[in-house]
Structure formats: C-alpha cells, structure tokens
C-alpha cells in the first residue's frame, strides 16, 4: 500500500520559515515526478512547486517564486518544501503528491497524480 505522510507544518510569524517534508512508502518514486500543493479555505487546490526524477527540471507557483525551493532525496523517498520569508496568505493546508501522469479529457490534456498524502496545516500569522 502505498502511503505518503507529510510532516513540518505548524504555526509561524510572518516573514519565518518551515520545512515541509513527504516521506513516501510502499513503492519508489525515484523515477516519478512529485510536487506539492496548497489548498487555502474557500479556495481552490493550486500547485505550489513540482520536480522531476533528478532534480533537474523544476517550477514554482509565481507566488512562491523566490520564497520556496523544492528538492528531493530519491534514496530516502522523500521530497522537502523549504518555505522561507513566509507571508499570511501562504496559510493553507499543504499536499505531497507523486506519479505525475498526463490526462487526455478530448482535446484537452492536463497533468494529474496519482498519489496524495493527507496534508499538514501552514498558519501564518501576521
């Protein structure tokens, strides 16, 4: 069965910093894209940053550009979200998520995962 557990969430100042990690079992994802996501209440989900296998090709949220840095240990099957100078509105809850796949819905394709961890809270306060 495969699981992934976020952990690193909590309750911070404004302008400090947390590290968010994912740790994943039950199959490597060594060769698999994995990102992170955040869902604010009465929001939508939205990416937050994403890395393929070797760290190579990465992208962020243009709201987190500058602020978070995503990277990943394939030996430990871990992916990280290191978050600094944090701002209230990063207060969302946060979501590891592996395998990234392409979906054909007719003449549109977009990018889905097929594994999600349960998240952790990130309060910011200002």
């Known amino acids: 069965q495969v699981q992934l557990v976020e952990s690193g969430g909590g309750l911070v100042q404004a302008g400090g910093s947390l590290r968010l990690s994912c740790a994943a079992s039950g199959r490597t994802f060594s060769r698999a894209f994995m990102g992170w996501f955040r869902q604010a209440p009465g929001k939508e989900r939205e990416l937050v940053a994403v890395?393929?296998?070797?760290?190579?090709?990465?992208d962020y949220a243009d709201s987190v550009k500058g602020r978070f840095t995503i990277s990943r240990d394939n030996a430990k099957n871990t992916v990280y979200l290191q978050m600094n100078s944090l701002k209230p509105e990063d207060t969302a809850v946060y979501y590891c998520?592996?395998?990234?796949?392409?979906?054909?819905?007719?003449?549109?394709?977009?990018?889905?995962?097929?594994?999600w961890g349960q998240g952790t809270q990130v309060t910011v306060s200002s």
């Open positions: 998520a592996a395998d990234r796949y392409i979906l054909r819905l007719g003449d549109r394709t977009q990018y889905e995962y097929r594994y």
């Open positions: 890395i393929n296998w070797t760290g190579g090709s990465i």
